[in-house]
């Protein structure tokens, strides 16, 4: 069973940085994508970060270039991992329900939200101005 559970979410004022984590677990490919969404009200789940775990590339949305960062560790493991999003200078605009999800047997890592099969419950950023 796969699994993916998010934490480190909370409250910051502007310009400071907050870290999320997520714990995946019985991912048995090589080859996965691993991203992080974000959802505010109203709107559609917007994709932030990817990286694919078989090169290690990474991708971002322009909004968030430069100040957030994907990383897991655990690498070498590759059905247990953590992976992470570093967020620095946060903005209000940044505030929305965070998502890591996993799109798995697949080269190919989009930020298209209904390609990913396994989604953790989400963790609330809150950016105050």
């Known amino acids: 069973e796969v699994r993916l559970v998010e934490s480190g979410g909370g409250s910051v004022q502007a310009g400071g940085s907050l870290r999320l984590s997520c714990a995946v677990s019985?991912?048995?490919?090589?080859?996965?994508?691993l991203a992080w969404f974000r959802r505010t009200t109203g709107k559609e789940r917007e994709g932030v970060a990817l990286v694919y775990t078989g090169n290690g590339q990474t991708r971002y949305t322009d909004s968030v270039k430069g100040r957030f960062t994907i990383s897991r560790d655990n690498a070498e493991n590759l059905a247990d991992n953590t992976l992470y999003l570093q967020m620095n200078s946060l903005k209000p605009e940044d505030t929305a329900m965070y998502y890591c999800?996993?799109?798995?047997?697949?080269?190919?890592?989009?930020?298209?939200?209904?390609?990913?099969?396994?989604w953790g419950q989400g963790t609330q950023v809150t950016v105050s101005s």
């Open positions: 999800a996993a799109r798995s047997s697949s080269w190919f890592c989009p930020f298209i939200s209904s390609e990913y099969n396994y």
């Open positions: 019985g991912l048995r490919v090589s080859a996965n994508c």
